[in-house]
């Protein structure tokens, strides 16, 4: 799989699903010290992250999304063995309540 720079709540949501069927984790980390409402989130700690598996794909957030995409260079070098993404619009459009169903 070929991975971008942003996905939106909906590419995450989706990919999240596909990957993990296959072993691989994604996980949503919050760089603003603000956890999103009924999402599984993560703080952003690099001596933590570093804990996940090789291959894992990190998406950042902040409140807008542009913070993370601005530093997602940073984040890159700082974990070259796994696959960094900013979340599009942050913590601000996330829609609480969205779902998503992925065909097979």
Known sequence: MQYPDEWTQEEYLKNKIKLERIGVK?????????????????????????????????????DTGKGTLHRLS??????PEYHCISLRGGRAYWRVNMSVFVDE
Not at 31 to 54: F, G
Not at 74 to 79: A, T
């Open 74 to 79: 940073e984040y890159k070098k700082k974990f």
């Open 26 to 62: 994604v996980v949503l980390i919050d760089t603003i010290l603000s956890p999103i409402e009924k999402a599984k989130t993560q703080v952003y700690n690099p001596h933590e992250l570093q804990h996940y598996q090789k291959g894992s794909v990190f998406v950042f957030y902040c």
